[in-house]
C-alpha cells in the first residue's frame, strides 16, 4: 500500500483504518486462491505520522505486534494487544510479566486474513523531534524485555542499526519466532504529509 495522507486528523485516521482492511481482505483473498496458503493470517502494527503544529503519530493494531515510543529515556507501549494473555492482564488474573512467558501466549484474538473483514484499533499519540517509534513483531517482546529494550535503544543512535541489535539479542535469547523490528526515529522536519508505505 502506498499512500499520501493528508487532510484532518478524522479523515487521516479513517483512511489509515481503511488501508488496513484493504490489507486484509488481500491476505484473505489469497489464501483463497491458493488451497496451500488456506487459513494463513498475520498481526500487524503500522504507523503513520500526522504533521502540523502538533504532530501526531497514528498507530493502527491487529493482534499482538506491538508498537512502542521510546522518549528521554523511558519505553511506553502505544499498541494494545489482541491476545489472550492480554485478556488476563487486563482482567487482572495476571501481571504484564506473567504474560511474557505464560503457554498460551501465541493466541491471538485478532489477525489479518483470517476473515473477509478486521477489526483495526487506531490510536493517536503526540510527537516530538528526539521521539523513537519501535514497531515489532511479538518474536521481539516474547524474547527480550522491556528494560534490555530500553537498554539497546538507549547504546545505539542509528535507527536500522538499533533494529538490528534487537533482532540480534532477541535470536540470542531463543529466537524461537520470527522478529521484525523498524525503528522510527522523528526528526526536526515533521511539517510535510506522510507517505504510507
Not at 491476545?83 to 498460551?104: C, D, F, K, M
Not at 528526539?130 to 528494560?147: F, K, Q, T
Not at 543512535?157 to 540470542?172: C, H, I, K, R, Y
Amino acid at each position: 500500500i502506498h499512500e499520501r495522507l493528508v487532510g484532518s486528523e478524522m479523515c487521516i485516521r479513517d483512511r489509515f483504518r481503511e488501508l488496513v482492511q484493504q490489507a486484509n481482505t488481500a491476505i484473505y483473498t489469497a489464501s483463497l486462491d491458493d488451497s496451500t496458503q488456506s487459513g494463513m493470517g498475520t498481526t500487524l502494527t503500522a504507523a503513520a505520522v500526522v504533521p502540523g503544529e502538533e504532530p501526531r503519530i497514528l498507530i493502527a493494531n491487529v493482534g499482538d505486534s506491538r508498537t512502542y515510543l521510546f522518549r528521554g529515556g523511558v519505553l511506553s507501549r502505544l499498541s494494545v494487544d489482541h491476545s489472550y494473555v492480554q485478556e488476563l492482564v487486563n482482567e487482572g488474573i495476571i501481571t504484564p510479566e506473567e504474560a511474557r512467558v505464560h503457554p498460551r501466549r501465541n493466541i491471538v484474538t485478532r489477525a489479518m486474513g483470517i476473515d473477509r473483514s478486521v477489526q483495526v484499533d487506531v490510536f493517536s499519540h503526540l510527537v516530538r523531534t528526539g521521539d523513537r517509534l519501535v514497531l515489532c513483531s511479538d518474536g521481539l517482546v516474547d524474547e527480550v524485555a522491556d528494560v534490555d529494550i530500553t537498554r539497546i535503544l538507549t547504546e545505539h543512535s542509528d535507527p536500522q542499526e538499533t533494529a538490528e541489535a534487537l533482532v540480534m539479542v532477541a535470536n540470542a535469547n531463543g529466537g524461537r519466532d520470527n522478529t521484525t523490528v523498524i525503528v522510527l526515529d522523528i526528526l526536526d522536519d515533521i511539517s510535510e504529509p506522510i507517505v504510507l508505505d
